[in-house]
C-alpha cells in the first residue's frame, strides 16, 4: 500500500497570503488527522476528519480550516498568514481514528512565512 | 487540559547500550492511551509503541519497552541494545478517549558508534 503522502512539500508565502495543504490517507483509510509541528511547540493536534466531517477540533484561531472529500483526501487551508505559522504541518491516517487505530504519518508540508 | 512533558530534549547512548526516555502527563481522566513516536531526521514519523491505561501490564515490542505507572502518571521509554537507526527525535503522546491527541515537546536521542 502506498503511504500517506503530502503535497506540495515545500511552501513559501508572504503574510497576509493564504495557503491550502493536501493530504492523501492511506488507500481505505477514513480518518484523517492535521497537527502543526514547531521546534519550541512540539506537535500540535488540529483537527480530525471522519467521512468528510470534522471530529475533533484543537485549540488554533478560526484561521485554520480543513475539508475532507468523499475519497477521504483532506486538504487544510489557512488564511491571513503569519509569521508565527511558520511550521512543519503533518498529516496522519488511520482506518477508523479509534483510540487503537495505528495513525500513519505523512512527511509533511514545510510552509515558511515571510 | 492534558499536558505531556518531557524534560530531556536531548539525550545520548552509546551503540549497544540501554537508555531510558521520560515521559510525564497531566489528566484528570481515568482511561486513555499512550504512545512513543519515533520521527528520524527528514523521515516520517512512526509508532514505535501504545499502552492501554486500563492495562497493568508495561508494552513491549521487541527492544522497546515501557514503564508505565499511571498513579505517577508517567510513562518512560526503554531502549535496549541501542542501534545506529534507533537517532532520531522521541516524542511522547496522550490520547484521549474522544480522540485528541497531545503530545511533547521530544526528547533527540543520539545514538554514538
Known amino acids: 500500500k ?21 493530504c492523501s490517507p492511506i488507500s481505505g483509510h477514513r480518518s484523517v488527522s492535521w497537527y502543526q509541528q514547531t521546534p519550541g511547540q512540539g506537535l500540535q493536534f488540529l483537527f480530525e476528519y471522519f467521512s468528510e466531517t470534522q471530529r475533533n477540533k484543537g485549540n488554533f ?54 | ?40 531526521p527528514s523521515r516520517q514519523m512512526i509508532l514505535v509503541i501504545r499502552q492501554e491505561a486500563y492495562k497493568q501490564q508495561n508494552a513491549t515490542e521487541n527492544r522497546f519497552s515501557v514503564n508505565f505507572q499511571k498513579a505517577a502518571k508517567s510513562f518512560s521509554l526503554k531502549i535496549s541494545d541501542s542501534q545506529l537507526g534507533d537517532a532520531a527525535m522521541y516524542f511522547c503522546a496522550y490520547r484521549t478517549i474522544g480522540n485528541q491527541f497531545y503530545f511533547g515537546t521530544g526528547t533527540s536521542l543520539t545514538v554514538i558508534p
Request: proline letters at 5%; hydrophobic letters at 25%.
Open chain 1, 61 to 114: 484561531p478560526g484561521r485554520f480550516s480543513g475539508r475532507q472529500f468523499s475519497n477521504s483526501r483532506s486538504e487544510m487551508n489557512v488564511s491571513t498568514l503569519e509569521l508565527g505559522d511558520s511550521a512543519l504541518y503533518l498529516c496522519a491516517s488511520s482506518s477508523n481514528g479509534g483510540p487503537t487505530d495505528t495513525q500513519y504519518f505523512g512527511p509533511g508540508t514545510r510552509l515558511t512565512v515571510l
Open chain 1, 2 to 22: 502506498a503511504g500517506v503522502t503530502q503535497t506540495p512539500r515545500y511552501l513559501i508565502k508572504t503574510r497576509g497570503q493564504q495557503v491550502t495543504l493536501s
Open chain 2, 1 to 40: 487540559a492534558q499536558t505531556v512533558t518531557q524534560s530531556q530534549p536531548e539525550m545520548s547512548v552509546q551503540e549497544a547500550e540501554t537508555v531510558t526516555l521520560s515521559c510525564t502527563y497531566d489528566t484528570s481522566e481515568s482511561d486513555y492511551y499512550l504512545f512513543w513516536y519515533k520521527q528520524p
